[in-house]
């Protein structure tokens, strides 16, 4: 079973910037994609970026395109999100999920592993 760790959510001034990170465990190779999707209170959980693992493929919702740049290091099965220019609206618990999928699925249903989930609230 793959466990995934995610962490790095706090609390930031609009405009600042954070990072957060999700570290797999477990059966590693089980997984061709990670990613991150968030959830804001009362509403359901929506994708904001993947990568597949092996070739670095990326993919990103048009909400954070150009202001959040997911990254992958292979040695020590990390994922990171880096995000710029936060704004209120990204306020979300952001949670890690892995997919054996490498066609970089962006709906909650295709990916089997899930973090906990680390909370980024931005406050204007």
């Known amino acids: 079973q793959v466990q995934l760790l995610d962490a790095g959510g706090t609390l930031v001034p609009a405009g600042d910037s954070v990072i957060i990170s999700c570290k797999a465990s477990g059966r590693a190779l089980s997984y061709n994609t990670m990613g991150w999707f968030r959830q804001a209170p009362g509403k359901e959980r929506v994708f904001v970026a993947a990568?597949?693992?092996?070739?670095?493929?990326?993919a990103y919702d048009d909400a954070v395109k150009a202001r959040f740049f997911i990254s992958r290091d292979k040695v020590t099965n990390t994922m990171y999100l880096q995000m710029n220019k936060m704004k209120p609206e990204d306020t979300a618990l952001y949670v890690c999920a892995a997919s054996s999928s490498d066609a970089i699925p962006t709906t909650p249903l295709t990916y089997e592993y899930w973090g906990h989930g680390t909370q980024v609230t931005v406050s204007s």
């Open positions: 990568i597949t693992w092996g070739s670095g493929s990326t």
